[in-house]
């Protein structure tokens, strides 16, 4: 069994889909929980879900392309909880479909902005509270395509492919310091990305996809977040700068 009892867990993207599932995980787990989002309704909205069963919450708008705004954040969640034993650097953006000569720098730095140096940033100042602590664990989220090619979601794939480099280099740093740095790589998931695929008249291409998956179905997010709640809790204390993917199959043909 899973605990993350008296844990004090940092979420980003929390608001929705696949952060907001992992939040009520860590929450049902016995964590303390920061949910950290940059749209204020929907952080505001997922905290007080949480908070009405009976869960304790914090949160906190935070849009992690910006560093002074990462910086507040863990100042204030250390200020609120007295340290952070957990964090999930999951918020996350899709790139602009377009091929490579297509591609725009502005939709480039958007993309890498959030996906990767987002990452980045989360992690700098979590690992600054987590070795004062002696402690620690952080997931970030990468995807499967982090490690496949993606036609025309090359923006996407590099940030994602980034995230892994990251986390391996962070991992060899802070092995020895008691702070454990891993990767999480969902599939296909049903999160209101994937909604928007559909909306976005992309449901062909998608289930075109789902037909390669081996379980021939969607992820759903707790099937993350479970995944998620597992690297951070002690249970997996040998699990260091790992790349778990978690995709029904998908990658492996
Ligand atoms: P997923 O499939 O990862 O669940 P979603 O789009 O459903 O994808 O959720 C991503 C979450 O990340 C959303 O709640 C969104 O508001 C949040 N998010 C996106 N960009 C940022 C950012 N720059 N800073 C903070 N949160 C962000």
Same mark, same amino acid.
């Given at each position: #069994?899973?605990? #993350? ?15 907001? *599932? ?28 949480? /908070? ?12 992690? /392309?910006?560093? =002074? ?9 250390? =200020?609120?909880? !007295?340290?952070?034993?957990? =964090? ?9 479909? @377009? $091929?490579?000569? $297509?591609? +725009?720098?502005?939709?480039? $730095? ?10 980045? /940033? ?13 402690? &620690? @664990? ?7 395509? &982090? ?6 979601? !090359? +923006? ?10 990251? +986390?391996? *280099? ?7 310091? !008691? ?7 969902? !599939? ?20 075109? #996809? ?8 969607? &992820? ?16 997996? *204390? ?12 998908? /990658?492996?043909?």
């Amino acid at each position: #069994m899973t605990t #993350m009892k008296n844990k004090v867990a940092l979420i980003t993207g929390a608001g929705q889909g696949i952060g907001f *599932s992992t939040a009520k995980i860590f929450a049902e787990a016995g964590a303390i929980v920061v949910l950290a989002d940059w749209d204020e309704n929907l952080v505001n909205a997922a905290a007080k879900k949480l /908070s009405d069963e009976g869960y304790k919450t914090l949160a906190i708008v935070c849009d992690v /392309s910006d560093d =002074a705004q990462v910086q507040a954040m863990i100042e204030e969640t250390v =200020a609120a909880f !007295g340290r952070l034993d957990a =964090a999930f650097n999951n918020a996350g953006v899709q790139n602009d479909l @377009a $091929d490579a000569a $297509d591609q +725009t720098r502005e939709d480039f $730095d958007r993309v890498t902005g959030i996906n990767l140096r987002g990452v980045w /940033s989360c992690m700098k100042y979590e690992l600054q509270q987590m070795r004062k602590q002696g402690s &620690g @664990a952080i997931v970030n989220c990468s995807s499967i395509g &982090g490690i496949l090619g993606g036609a025309q979601r !090359g +923006t996407y794939h590099a940030a994602k492919h980034g995230v892994i480099g990251l +986390t391996k *280099s962070a991992a060899l740093e802070y092995a020895l310091q !008691g702070i454990r740095i891993n990767t999480i790589c969902p !599939g296909l998931i049903h999160t209101p990305m994937a909604d928007k695929m559909i909306e976005g008249g992309q449901k062909e291409a998608l289930d075109a #996809m789902l037909e390669t998956v081996p379980v021939k179905r969607l &992820g759903r997010p707790e099937e993350i977040g479970n995944a998620v709640a597992w690297l951070c809790s002690d249970a997996a *204390s040998l699990i260091v700068g790992h790349t778990l993917v978690v995709d029904g199959g998908y /990658s492996i043909q």
